[in-house]
């Protein structure tokens, strides 16, 4: 588990861009709906957003799709739905969203707030698009983690998950940053998920969001003995820093 936000330290990196387009309201004949999107909540690793669809297809990897709002932007509940809140272009660098479906002008993505599994949808016109080809796998069964690039695995590695009482959390995911924290040793690079602990609100002055990190002891992996953070060796974190951001994160018991 991670606390506070630290320096932003890694950047985008790997992806195949697809193209972008200016925020509009392209492809309908209706007037545009005004929206004060500075009033709606902020969909961030410390935000709860009400309303939000649960993702539907928890299990099901994507195809790779990844947006990045170049301002701030409206989350609907539907296509052409009630705004429930605000993605903004930065959160620990640069932020993805995996998309998870996709209608007419519009993109499901996954939210990195409360509850987890929140998603919501965006117009298509106001995000940028991208792909990457790579997936990470978590299998809490068998403590391991494996690295997938366009479906081959390319790493895989004895893993530390959350104790029975912090659990690492089941579900699809994201790498939603990376940052470095001067105030402890255990991992030169901490990468957080868009998953939240089941059991702990807040961790160490944050809002108990889950992340990927390593552990200076060998007794940290084959265990289930963390705060619901995934700990990784040091081999597997310098893989999964070049992964780019927004990479989906899939959780599963096996």
Same mark, same amino acid.
């Given at each position: 588990?991670?606390?506070?936000?630290?320096?932003?330290?890694?950047?985008?990196?790997?992806? +195949?861009?697809? $193209?972008?387009?200016?925020?509009?309201?392209?492809?309908?004949? *209706?007037?545009?709906?005004? !929206?004060?999107?500075?009033?709606?909540?902020?969909?961030?690793?410390?935000?709860?957003? #009400?309303?939000?669809?649960?993702?539907?297809?928890?299990?099901?990897? @994507?195809?790779?799709?990844?947006?990045?709002?170049?301002? *701030?932007?409206?989350?609907?509940?539907?296509?052409?739905?009630?705004? %429930?809140? /605000?993605?903004?272009?930065? #959160?620990?660098?640069?932020?993805?969203?995996? !998309? %998870?479906?996709?209608?007419? =002008?519009?993109?499901? %993505?996954?939210?990195?707030?409360?509850?987890?599994?929140? +998603?919501?949808?965006?117009?298509?016109? &106001?995000?940028?698009?991208?792909? +990457?080809?790579?997936?990470?796998?978590?299998?809490?069964?068998?403590?391991?983690? *494996?690295?997938? /690039?366009?479906?081959?695995?390319?790493?895989?590695?004895?893993?530390?998950?959350?104790?029975?009482?912090?659990? +690492?959390?089941?579900?699809?995911?994201?790498?939603?940053?990376?940052?470095?924290?001067?105030?402890?040793?255990?991992?030169?690079?901490?990468?957080?998920?868009?998953?939240?602990?089941?059991?702990? &609100?807040?961790?160490?002055?944050?809002? $108990?969001? !889950?992340?990927?990190?390593?552990?200076?002891?060998?007794? $940290?992996? =084959?265990?289930?003995?963390?705060? $619901?953070? %995934? /700990?990784?060796?040091?081999?597997?974190?310098?893989?999964?820093?070049?992964?780019?951001?927004? @990479?989906?994160?899939?959780?599963? #018991?096996?």
């Amino acid at each position: 588990m991670i606390g506070g936000i630290a320096l932003v330290l890694v950047v985008i990196l790997g992806f +195949t861009f697809l $193209g972008s387009g200016p925020a509009s309201t392209a492809g309908s004949d *209706q007037p545009a709906t005004v !929206v004060d999107v500075s009033s709606l909540p902020l969909a961030d690793t410390y935000g709860v957003v #009400q309303g939000a669809p649960v993702d539907p297809a928890a299990g099901v990897p @994507t195809d790779g799709i990844v947006v990045h709002p170049e301002r *701030q932007t409206p989350v609907h509940d539907a296509p052409e739905g009630t705004p %429930i809140a /605000r993605v903004e272009p930065t #959160q620990f660098g640069d932020v993805w969203f995996p !998309v %998870i479906a996709e209608q007419g =002008g519009w993109v499901q %993505i996954l939210l990195p707030s409360k509850p987890f599994g929140s +998603t919501g949808w965006v117009r298509s016109a &106001d995000m940028e698009r991208a792909t +990457t080809p790579f997936r990470v796998e978590v299998h809490l069964g068998s403590l391991t983690m *494996q690295l997938l /690039r366009e479906e081959r695995v390319v790493g895989e590695w004895e893993i530390g998950i959350g104790a029975p009482d912090t659990p +690492t959390p089941v579900g699809r995911t994201f790498v939603l940053g990376a940052f470095t924290d001067p105030a402890q040793d255990f991992s030169p690079v901490i990468l957080p998920l868009g998953a939240h602990s089941p059991t702990l &609100d807040t961790f160490g002055g944050g809002p $108990g969001t !889950v992340a990927i990190h390593t552990w200076p002891t060998a007794d $940290g992996f =084959g265990t289930a003995a963390s705060n $619901g953070c %995934i /700990r990784v060796p040091q081999d597997a974190l310098d893989e999964l820093v070049e992964v780019p951001l927004g @990479t989906l994160v899939m959780i599963d #018991q096996n």
